[in-house]
């Protein structure tokens, strides 16, 4: 099997899914002749031509607004908008509709449209450049949401996306774009919405992560009993595996970059302390970014959860 | 100046059909006896339908309600050029079209009582569920069109939106793609000359709406929208071009929001009785009577009988629509995703 | 004292600062003439003329865009979204600009802008007419949140709002805009953003609200020994007197009527799951909106929580 | 057509200095000989910031960075026309107009090395921190104008931009209510015929992007970027116009992004290496020195002089911005709002 990096392994299911389904359609800003600002959609304006693989103006509230017109149409899009801080524009419209249309209709249109968005921090990029603002779309009934943490999971998790017949927001953390190579088929499969997957077992405590917080999280753990969960999708999450963990170690650390008020690591928290209280032998711990603006590189190493921070928070929680 | 030109743009206007009822010949579209007939049916089963709308809401037994009096022409004359398999993307404001189309009166009724099984389209329409959020429903029409123009499927997309949603991003953002990938898209402006409280000359500094195409490079073309003549005209021939691949059009029908916004709201408190009043003298309906009295297609027999039977299909909706059972609480769960998820199931179990 | 509603209450607040402080303007849909849809506005534009009181085209972004372009050269603006199902197309100047202006430019320029936001389920109106997305805002670093619950409180924090250097948005529930008449004072006073009240005080738990949902839970504990807190200012919020409740009582239920995942209660109740875990007796029940759109009409009875539903939990939670 | 013309536009192009050097003098603004030297220099200094910007980038002593390569006339010459209070609201490739309104240099390094401290403005000018996020402040130049207006403090209000820009909604919003309320505003868009690897032609149907101004009820026009006197004298003009209270103008600025998008692209992918021959000639800084030598304002010896005064501001710049002692983790915290919230406080202390 090759060994891909993250990059080349989305473009892969993008290849495989686009040869098989000519419904399926990329469009976004450079996508095309540029294949994208990360190459993510390299060789496909070739191989599928211009009808297929659709540069768009600058325009994402018209990207996804037009995507959405085409999915409940009947064809199977796959937006791009460029980096997760230019996703704003476009809230309006995964709010109103994206999110809406099958429920709005009941049931008569449907939306299986996915928005592929790079997202977070640690590529020294400029302002806008390095959100991780996964929690917004979390609390919009009808959305999906899913954060790949490897090259293998990123493919099985696009094509399960592209499959799926909801609207999904697709979050690839850019730091992994090309940070690690690993195994992935060249046949297409696909890894299930909505299921975790645990990462290492472990019986102290659960430490859950996604995206590229995961590699902290997982060289963090390293001499503690942990049981380490990378979510996948987070909307909606896989409780049942954090709830099984949780009530086996007693003990729960979440991790994640974006500012800890109102991120996703809240809504763990709360289901953990709704379903499994009892369980638990002390207090849950959020390692996440501080409440700030995300910050420029020169600063973006302190906002960032670190190594050091996470370990910090094992230690802490192995208090109780 | 003494500068170089670079482009000379002209916007126009189209009129045939004028207040007194008198055409012009030139410009008459071809439409037989039974078309303008079943125009003018279709006209009066929206006025109908309006009427009866704004009394249920008066008595308890319907939710607030956006009335389209004053506007039928500009909505039955558009709809009365699609195919029953064009796409068309609604407002909230356009039950003329609705009819026009033939959706079922009574989902209408349901609807705008509150309940969302009566936005369920029928499948042999494509119909997009009326759309409340001003002008975020065009750039759907675009990638509409982008999906009939791959597929090379012959359908044309329309959507449909008042003056004041002109000024918003999403007009922008969906018109200057359908430009750019010359799309079968026909974009139709119901300008009643108010948005709530906000007079069309506060809404946009610009002329006239049409011009706003040139923006996009297409053409953008106002006509007398209470003309339904000149309405099924210009969409007539926005949609021929679409389907030749010509690209997007601009419909710009001037008309006239004759109600109140909605039953929510009281117009007296900004705008002047006389300007309605200056309004009712270009009534749609009225213009095409006189025009078919003139061309002896209408008797007072005939209006009996157009009266009767609208009156006889709109009692029957409200009685469908109330007849309907309401609507069970699993309804707000059902078609949130193609399945509940683990935690609604657990909700609604808890309900 | 004259027993005002919300509504008038918070023209009076308009009137008074605006009386005040010539660098206070209002924009917005149909807030001049009309007077507001829900005449909040009533009566400034003939007070104030239309330089102060604009009635602008419509356009959400434009009107916000416009409203931080004021208040970064000197103004104070009050821009008003018609209803919150609105707001979604200005989020990206929210995020993107306000809440960002005075980090972005280290401190030279700030924004002293406020949004006000009819919100909320209960008036039998059209789609997007009843969203309550107070979470989003939460999830803004930079971006104050508030919400009254009385006429006599919506004044003082409209005052306050106003007053303050930084961005809030300011939402108001429409179920109470004429609901409840309460003595206000016709001086301008203001209540401090930032910090709950103890709306009753109890020992065996604490049930915490907002908006609208006050009112019912305050309903629904009757029977209880129950401490009522109403959060007034969502971010940043009082974790003090929270958590010094929640210590007391060591019982929680959180209430509101958005979507339950991600919502407000989910910050809420990691901050306790973090900060309180040991006083905790029981799970941290939170009493929400489901996790679905939000029904027409005909079904928004059954989407707010109930006096019912609220009085369940709290009969749950005694049984810890 | 037979329908009535409603309106009738004309799009036209400003060009007074061409490639050889050569002046309409009929067209020709008022300028000094000074005046023309310090455009020079401010040219030259643009030049010589941006090519040292790139060099530090390669050296790994910056962080990504868009150049202005080929856009300094359609820069220095705008901002030349602005007095020193007036508002300025940029895009992220503007920098000569910072360096004509003589923003410290050394911020902009600073800023683009990755430290937020490089966007705090000096109190003695009016200039917007950098937009990153394309064409969303558009209606902040807007909302400027509306406050000028508001105080009568006769400052104008500048935005700029590029041509991607103009397909945002923000745009259309931003412009929009500038045409309504009549504002003093410019807004300046700098065409370079690319938005990354999106040619010009493929952002929108419109055969010029000054048209777009018509559908605000304003007037745009075309100006050959590279021809400082043009851009100079069309801004100078709209300026008058806005502090006259006679309304908004759009400037489109005809002119061509030379290097990369960024650092970080590489524009081999998109677009022809001969495409980027052809505007070579067409240099805005060879036009005017072209220009002075045959007024007799340019010599070999002042060539050398004015690099040589370039060459040393920059070097002053650099030190000066690599001499800043690095951001502390609590300039993460200080702005957030006017007062830390007492959990970041406690974040604070954590770090
Ligand atoms: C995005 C958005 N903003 C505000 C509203 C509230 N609102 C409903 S209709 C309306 C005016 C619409 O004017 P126009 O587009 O001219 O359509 P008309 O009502 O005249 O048919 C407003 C402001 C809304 N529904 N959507
Ligand atoms: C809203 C938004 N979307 C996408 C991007 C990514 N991006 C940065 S520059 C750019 C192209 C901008 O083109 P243009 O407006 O012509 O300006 P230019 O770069 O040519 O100066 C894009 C797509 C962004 N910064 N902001
Ligand atoms: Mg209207
Ligand atoms: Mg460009």
Chains 1, 3 share one sequence.
Not at chain 1, 60 to 66: D, L, N, P, T, W
Not at chain 2, 101 to 120: F, S, T
Not at chain 2, 141 to 169: E, I, L
Not at chain 2, 238 to 267: N, Q, W
């Amino acid at each position: 099997m090759p060994k891909l990096t993250m990059v080349q392994a989305l473009n892969s299911a993008l290849k495989g899914e686009m040869e098989r389904d000519k419904d399926i359609v990329v469009l976004g800003e450079d996508v095309g002749k540029d294949g994208g600002v990360f190459r993510v959609t390299e060789g496909l304006l070739e191989r599928f031509g211009s009808e297929r693989v659709i540069d768009t103006p600058l325009s994402e509230s018209g990207i996804v607004g037009a995507a959405i017109g085409m999915a409940v149409s009947g064809l199977r899009p796959v937006a791009e908008i460029q980096f997760m801080g230019f996703i704003y524009p476009a809230f309006d419209q995964i709010f109103t509709h994206a999110a809406r249309i099958r429920s709005r209709s009941r049931g008569r249109y449907t939306c299986p449209l996915v928005v592929r968005v790079p997202y977070g921090i640690g590529i020294k990029s400029p302002e806008l450049h390095s959100e991780s603002s996964e929690a917004f779309f979390c609390h919009m009934p009808g959305i999906k949401v899913v954060v790949p943490a490897s090259p293998y999971h990123a493919k099985g998790l696009l094509v399960a996306a592209i499959r799926d017949p909801d609207p999904v927001i697709f979050l690839e953390p850019t730091r992994l774009y090309r940070l690690i190579k690993e195994e992935v088929p060249d046949d297409m499969y696909t890894i299930p919405l909505g299921k975790a997957r645990i990462v290492q077992e472990g019986d102290e405590m659960t430490v859950i992560a996604w995206g590229s917080m995961l590699h902290k999280t997982v060289q963090a753990v390293e001499g503690f009993d942990a049981e380490v969960i990378d979510l996948m999708t987070l909307n909606p999450f896989d409780a049942a595996t954090v709830l099984t963990s949780v009530k086996k170690t007693g003990r729960v650390v979440i991790v994640h970059e974006a500012p800890k008020t109102c991120g996703f690591g809240a809504e763990l928290s709360a289901t953990i302390a709704e379903d499994a209280m009892l369980s638990l032998k002390g207090p849950i711990l959020r390692v996440t970014g501080p409440d700030v603006v995300v910050p420029l590189p020169k600063l973006e190493d302190y906002y960032a959860p670190s190594v050091e921070r996470i370990r910090k928070a094992l230690e802490e929680i192995m208090k109780y | 100046m003494p500068e170089k030109i670079l482009n000379s743009i002209n916007i126009t206007r189209l009129e045939i059909l004028d207040a007194t009822g008198t055409v012009d010949e030139a410009l008459m579209p071809r439409l037989s006896d039974a078309d303008i007939r079943k125009m003018f049916e279709l006209l009066t089963l929206s006025r109908f339908f309006d009427q009866r709308a704004l009394s249920l809401q008066r008595e308890g037994r319907m939710g607030t309600y956006a009335s389209i009096l004053g506007q039928e022409a500009a909505q039955v004359g558009s709809a009365f050029a699609l195919e029953r398999k064009d796409w068309v993307f609604p407002s909230f404001r356009e039950m003329g079209v609705h009819i026009a189309m033939n959706y079922p009166l009574h989902l209408l009724y349901q609807y705008w009582a509150g309940d969302e099984r009566g936005l369920r389209t029928p499948e042999d329409l494509n119909i997009f569920p009326i759309c409340i959020s001003v002008g975020t429903h065009i750039p759907h029409a675009t990638g509409a069109a982008m999906a009939a123009k791959y597929r090379r499927d012959n359908h044309a997309v329309v959507a449909y939106f008042g003056d004041g949603a002109t000024s918003k991003g999403d007009f922008h953002e969906g018109f200057n793609m359908a430009g750019v990938f010359k799309l079968p898209v026909v974009y139709i402006c119901q300008n009643n000359q108010w948005a709530i409280s906000v007079p069309r000359e506060q809404q946009t500094a610009a002329a006239t709406l049409a011009q706003k195409a040139y923006a996009y490079g297409f053409d953008g073309i106002q006509v007398d929208g209470n003309d339904i003549f000149a309405v099924y005209k210009a969409t007539k021939d926005a949609l021929v071009k679409a389907r030749a691949g010509e690209g997007p059009t601009f419909i710009e029908c001037f008309t006239y929001r004759m109600a109140h916004h909605t039953t929510a709201d009281d117009s007296t408190r900004y705008r002047q009785e006389k300007e309605v009043e200056l309004w009712k003298s270009k009534d749609p309906i009225l213009r095409l009577k006189l025009f078919m009295q003139k061309r002896g297609l209408w008797s007072a027999e005939y209006q009996a009988e157009v009266d009767k039977k609208s009156k006889a299909l709109i009692d029957e909706a409200v009685q469908r629509a109330e007849a309907a059972p309401p609507p069970k609480p699993e309804d707000m769960f059902t078609s949130t995703q193609e399945q509940l998820t683990m935690r609604q199931q657990k909700q609604l179990g808890e309900l």
